[in-house]
């Protein structure tokens, strides 16, 4: 067999090879006959929850605070890092508000600019104004703004891409019922 034949003969399995090297990888350059895969990165988010209670002038970590008491105010933080080395597009963090607290109307506060959107059915659905039916006098129904009392979980939703070493905020209030 001449060298000719033989070289076209493997062809198809360096092709093949290096497709499937490529899609696996994200990106692929070849130079000086060398295949150089470069890997895309990806993104590796933590989040921290924490809250904190201001009793007595004092902000106190819940786990130093103790008991809760009704009336009390509690602040949830929320701390996201992204620790890999790539961006986190569309990223978002949902939070839930506590049995036996209410959310605090207009606590939720997020940096970079978050949408954010708050849930009445556990997180099924989300709205910035979440509407419920309300029967007016006349028997009729009518959407009307749902109470903070019914709220069940904030969400917060960013349009920038969380890059690679990049950290967001946000936060929310409930009142201990």
């Known amino acids: 067999m001449t060298k000719l034949k033989k070289m076209f003969r493997t062809l198809p399995l360096w092709a093949l090879i290096l497709v499937a090297a490529g899609s696996a990888a994200g990106a692929m350059t070849v130079a000086r006959n060398h295949v150089v895969v470069k890997e895309a990165g990806r ?6 929850l924490a809250g904190t209670i201001e009793r007595g002038g004092k902000l106190l970590t819940l786990d ?6 009704p009336g009390e105010i509690l602040q949830w ?3 996201t890092v992204n620790e890999g080395d790539g961006s986190a ?3 978002k963090s949902v939070s839930r508000v506590p049995e036996g607290t209410v959310f605090v109307a207009g606590s939720a506060h997020a ?3 978050a949408a954010v959107t708050y849930s009445i059915d556990k997180g099924q659905t989300f709205a910035s ?13 009518k959407q009307v703004p749902a109470p903070v009392s019914m709220y069940t979980e904030v969400r917060y939703e960013w349009n920038d891409a969380l890059a690679a ?3 967001l905020s946000a936060s929310y209030k409930v009142r201990v019922k």
């Open 43 to 48: 993104p590796e988010v933590k989040v921290t």
């Open 64 to 69: 130093k605070a103790g008991a809760v008491n």
């Open 77 to 79: 933080n929320i701390a």
């Open 89 to 91: 597009h569309g990223y």
């Open 111 to 113: 940096e970079s600019g």
């Open 129 to 141: 104004l979440p509407l419920i039916e309300e029967k007016q006098p006349d028997g009729s129904t």
């Open 165 to 167: 070493g990049g950290k």
